[in-house]
């Protein structure tokens, strides 16, 4: 039979996908409670217009019997009044009907937005583990498809269950009071009806379920190969060949599904719509024989008529019915979808002792008490760790806890004094964007504590500490909008003057008035329309505008030319100035202009101290500087507003090195 998976099963289901039970149902008739008293009416309206639709059929047996056809001719006073009320019954219905629709869908609608916004805000509230292990296509995908998908259950859904149980039982109702033979001959595959809708929503909720995982599939993998990254790898790599190949085969597969699910079920509909063409013959047939008999005196034209007219009443709510169950069914799979969104526990939040600390009041001391960190959570399951257990092990001898968890950060202890700047080194992978992560909350340490000002930031509440640290990140994110808006979106309230003086400061105020529209020109999504230098001095007077008291400064690996290094370098410094800095190093200048310098390696804190100590130590970060910077490497240094040459930065340093160790 169609429905025995066959032909719908592109492939094995998993099953432990597929919701069941009444556990989304009550949570979708949850999200209607706000809305109580309009669905109220909207009940009662039903209730009363679907009612109503049964007296009809009972006044075409009063005109046939009572009316038109009597034993003592036409009645016209009889027929005049039924007919009149024949014709006021629909239009009282009529206006019924579009106040229950205009509440339907304004009872819907609201669901919606409810539901969406929900997800919206609860998506804001996730931390950054969750966006850095799922792909943005597939969130896009359950904001927009998945809620978009249950639309019409949510606002016609319900409306149309109770209306066609009303229609149901009043026409069931009406139908036995004139003859329950004929009833019961209408009802005979019934059972066979119910049997089958509840197999075939079974199929149609599976193919949904995986009509959305298509879904979002495809709009990950638009939203992969289609943005100016993504394209730029694909035209560099030539793989666009193969980007159009993959999406041809999901493009064909969600084809395919949506086909299927379109057609599970049609055959049954039609089966149905069969049945209910042929009964009224049957009826006829049947009442002929009764009445041949004479044991049935009872059916007499109108009786037929009026049963009939009754009967084809039951075909649209039946059909309507068995539809709304499969609909609902399917949508069972996206509720499923956006609950388990709405489900995951926000890992960072505020707790509820966290309290503010006034800004004038930050002094910008940052201390890292014996911090352990992990990406992969204690309990998530080895699968869904990031690294393999195999990899971890094979890879470099970490530490593994249970065979596969490994510490990015492992009892780390380190602090920085109020205005000063500290640089992080170590080779790639050491852990330093890790510890930046930690002081403004983005992920938590896992053991240890981080302090600033003494206090430990999980008692700090999340806004209050937004205010006090400030990143300038190595990719300088910006909206596709405005320069103004980009930069106020550090502080909205922002004045002209702040916005120059901020923009001045970052050394872009003269590159912004030279563009087509000043601060109104619209820069690229991502800010791909601006130089990489011309992005990051943006993104440095976005943050003096917000003017945190703690810096986090993660340098650009990427080598600029020497006048865009020298202009960034040059923004830099009044943005450091008077702040407390931690700065994962890449630059020379950084690094000699450090108070302190910590030195990390796999995950350890291995060296601290400042530029020529370390150097004499010779240890990892003696080794590191000679790599990075002892090899001839030209690095434009502008220090004390005087531009170097690496020959003279390797005098300076050995100056340095012999000044300390005398
Ligand atoms: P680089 O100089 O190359 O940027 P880094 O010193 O900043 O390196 P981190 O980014 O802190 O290094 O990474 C420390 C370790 O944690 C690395 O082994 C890295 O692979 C791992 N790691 C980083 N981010 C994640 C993540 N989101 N999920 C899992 N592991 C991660």
Redesign the pocket.
Known sequence: MMMRGGPFGGGPIDRSQIPAGPKPVRRVVRLFRPYRGQVAVVAVAILFSSGLGVVNPLLIREVFDNALFTPTGVHVQTLAFLVGLMILIPIITGAIGVLQTYLTNRVGQRVMQDLRNSLYEHLQRMSL?FF??TRTGEIQSRLANDVGGVQSVVSDTASSILANIVILTSTLVAMLIISWQLTLLSLVLMPLFLVLTVRVGAVRRRIAMETQKSKAEMSAITQETLSVSGILLAKVFDRQKDEIARYRAESQNLADLTVRQQMVGQAFFAMIQTFFSITPALIYLVAGLMISRGGSAAITAGTLVAFTTLQSRLFFPVGQMLQVTVEVQASMALFQRIFEYLDLPVDISDRETARDVPAPTVRGEVRLEHVSFS??QPNEPPQAA??PPSLVVAEDGHKARAGWRRW?LEDINLEVEPGQLAAIV??????????SYLVPRLYDVEQGTVRIDGHDVRDIRMGSLADMVGMVTQESYLFHASVRRNLLYARPDATEEELEAAARAALIHERIIEMAEGYDTVVGERGYRLSGGEKQRLAIARVILKDPRILILDEA?SALDTTSERLVQAALRPLMEGRTTIA?AHRLSTILAADVIFV?DR?HLVERGSHAELVRRGGVYARLYHEQFGDGTVEALCQNGVVLSSGQVMETTAAQTAGAAA
């Open positions: 583990r850095t292990s990406y992969v990031t690294t990015a170590g080779p790639s992978g050491a852990g330093k964007t890790t510890i690996t994962i990390m995950g």
